[in-house]
């Protein structure tokens, strides 16, 4: 009887770990969240902007990953073959923040500084031109119901943001 209930747990505890490998939304559960939209990437970065500015949120600063990667790619060696220095056509993030709701993740715990600022990414892949990925990291919201809460409300504007700019 106990070796079943220990067989039984394991099945379980392994099921758990390795659900997300194999399912279609596994994309959400690693860490972030991403939607495609097809289109021109400066478009859809203006999208994300317009979705940021359009809820009266101020951008602080909009990070080149794309520039950065061609800059550094013979210095670190990641050159191809064929002279590729990225996988991406187009990759930048941009980085905002909202007072209000900062103001209650941090008042809930102040190691909730972490999350502010909020970042979006937007990238096109050489391998998928014109497909443009919009997305954002997951927050690890903690034990605090105050916590979960207050980040619970980051991640929903995140979400919303996604989405406008990839409708």
Known sequence: MMK??????????????????????????????????????????EDVKAAIINRGLVIDYVGHVDTMLDRTSETVGSVTEKGVKSPFLGAKYVQFCSAKITHDAVSANPYNIAVCPYVVFVFEERSAPGQIVVGYRRLIPGPSR????????????LSEIMAEATE
Do not use: N
Request: aromatic share 8%; hydrophobic share 50%.
């Open 4 to 45: 079943s209930f220990r067989c039984l747990m394991l099945v379980l505890l392994l099921g758990v770990f390795l659900a997300p490998l194999g399912s279609a939304g596994a994309m959400d559960k690693r860490g972030y969240k991403s939607a495609i939209k097809e289109g021109d990437f400066a478009e859809v970065l």
């Open 146 to 157: 105050l916590t979960r809460r207050a980040l619970s409300k980051i991640e929903a504007l």
